[in-house]
């Protein structure tokens, strides 16, 4: 039952249109503040599926879920970054550096994961970035 339920909000995804989806994405904005752990990490899922790419509310939103108290929320909205982040936003990628520290190994496997899907391939900028931020030491890699 659950898979179909699934497939039912994949399907009514892929007609939504960006005027649609702004309504749903002002819909669950506030259930990323939400005093439940758990309602905050399907949040963050949900706006993965239905913000705009590029949408700078939702990426705020995103980057201070990064800095949630549990490490699921943290990785869900890294893991959510690529789907809303424009390719090669530096914005970002800056913000996912710092969480390569993270004191959860599956938050910083997810920032990797992250940076990679959004600096893309041959991205001289994103090389220099991480040079950056690596030679200034990992106690400024905290966002």
Do not use: W
């Not at 800056?94 to 940076?115: C, N, Y």
């Amino acid at each position: 039952m659950r898979a179909r339920v699934r497939h039912v909000v994949v399907e009514a995804l892929e007609i939504m249109t960006d005027e649609d989806k702004q309504v749903a994405v002002g819909m669950v904005m506030p259930y990323t503040q939400h005093l439940e752990s758990r309602v905050r990490h399907a949040a963050v899922q949900a706006l993965a599926a239905i913000a705009c790419r590029g949408d700078e509310s939702v990426l705020g939103v995103l980057a201070a879920r990064m800095r949630d108290p549990q490490p699921a929320v943290r990785k869900a909205a890294l893991q959510a970054l690529p789907a809303v982040a424009d390719l090669g936003n530096v914005m970002c990628m800056d913000r996912v550096i710092g969480r390569f520290v993270d004191p959860d190994d599956g938050v910083a496997r997810a920032a990797s994961k992250a940076f990679v899907r959004i600096a893309g391939k041959d991205n001289d900028g994103a090389i220099g970035l991480l040079e950056s931020r690596l030679e200034s030491g990992s106690s400024k890699m905290q966002v």
